[in-house]
């Protein structure tokens, strides 16, 4: 394909700028240009038709195209996504002519994404901007929202606003945000499942609540439930007790105590936001012992079942996360 780029009153010719490709939608091309080297960008002549903008080759200098049958202005598309980042605006993707936001994390297996961690905005509610989640594809092809993730080695004592928008300390600790929780099953109940996993000597213990709601602001961001259990490990034989949370239980941080009990407040005792149940047994988001300074006595984790003060289970710990496979 040849092409003609008229600049200042001089008509640049260039051979080669573009490779025809069939695809179905201008997101498509632009996600398997993302996997090529040489694409610079995407562009769209028709409704049907996508070539890749890559480096030209320069022909000549002319007052005029000079005759050639297909002559088109030369626009360099943006495309949606980058890098396995997606860019989207307030309304929809970033660059012209782009496709709508994604739904839901399944849109990263379907594009071709493999096994990995991607912080993707998502369209979870039509009303709402798209909110920034992070989408695990696992090693068996599983998509999932990652609600939170700590390895017990960083302080999420945060503030009640805090956990409400999310937040991120780096990539083995952050919290995607109450808010962004209550969109994920504002109108569809899932399934919650808690995962630890640790190295050497063990692999995972996880436990689960079905049916789950996180509920908006104006209930707290309360947690329903209608059942509960283990998934333990059967070859190491790790077993885990579910958190205590009530049914309807409502969020609590240090600066916002919501745990039911009027003499102390559970969250300063524990050193992280949680649904807690007027005692501090389960708290995820704690630090371990070993980067505790020798003179606290609050904010270890706490893990039902799981010795993670004073057993071995602590040093081996990889991290703990929440999430909700999608099916």
């Avoid at 969020?251 to 992280?272: E, M, Q, Y």
Wanted: hydrophobic content about 35%; some cysteine; aromatic content about 16%.
């Amino acid at each position: 394909m040849t092409v003609c780029y008229k600049n200042n009153n001089l008509t640049v010719i260039y051979k080669s700028c573009f490779d025809k490709r069939d695809c179905r939608s201008l997101l498509e091309c632009s996600v398997l240009c993302v996997s090529q080297v040489s694409c610079l960008g995407v562009l769209q002549t028709d409704p049907k038709t996508f070539y890749y903008h890559k480096s030209c080759s320069l022909l000549e200098f002319n007052d005029t195209c000079g005759g050639l049958l297909l002559q088109v202005h030369l626009k360099h598309y943006l495309f949606c996504g980058y890098a396995k980042m997606y860019n989207l605006s307030k309304i929809g993707w970033t660059g012209d002519k782009c496709d709508v936001a994604p739904q839901n994390c399944t849109t990263l297996k379907t594009l071709g994404f493999t096994t990995g961690f991607y912080w993707v905005n998502l369209l979870l509610d039509p009303y709402q901007p798209p909110k920034l989640v992070v989408c695990e594809i696992t090693s068996w092809g599983q998509p999932r929202f990652i609600l939170f993730k700590s390895n017990g080695r960083s302080d999420h004592n945060k503030t009640y606003a805090e956990f409400v928008t999310g937040y991120k300390i780096d990539e083995s600790n952050y919290f995607i945000g109450l808010d962004t929780m209550y969109y994920i099953t504002k109108y569809t109940p899932q399934r919650i499942d808690i995962e630890v996993f640790f190295g050497v000597i063990v692999e995972y213990a996880s436990w689960f609540f079905m049916n789950v709601r996180f509920g908006n602001t104006t209930y707290g961001y309360s947690f329903t439930w209608n059942s509960k259990g283990t998934g333990n490990n059967p070859r190491y034989q790790v077993h885990a007790t579910p958190c205590n949370i009530s049914y309807g239980a409502f969020f609590s941080a240090w600066d916002l105590d919501r745990d039911g009990n009027t003499s102390v407040n559970v969250a300063s005792k524990a050193g992280a936001g949680w649904y807690f149940d007027k005692t501090l047994e389960c708290n995820p988001l704690g630090r371990l012992p070993s980067v505790m300074f020798a003179d606290e006595e609050n904010g270890q984790m706490l893990l039902p079942g799981l010795d993670m003060v004073n057993g071995s289970y602590a040093r081996y710990l990889d991290y703990v996360k929440m999430f909700i496979d999608i099916f």
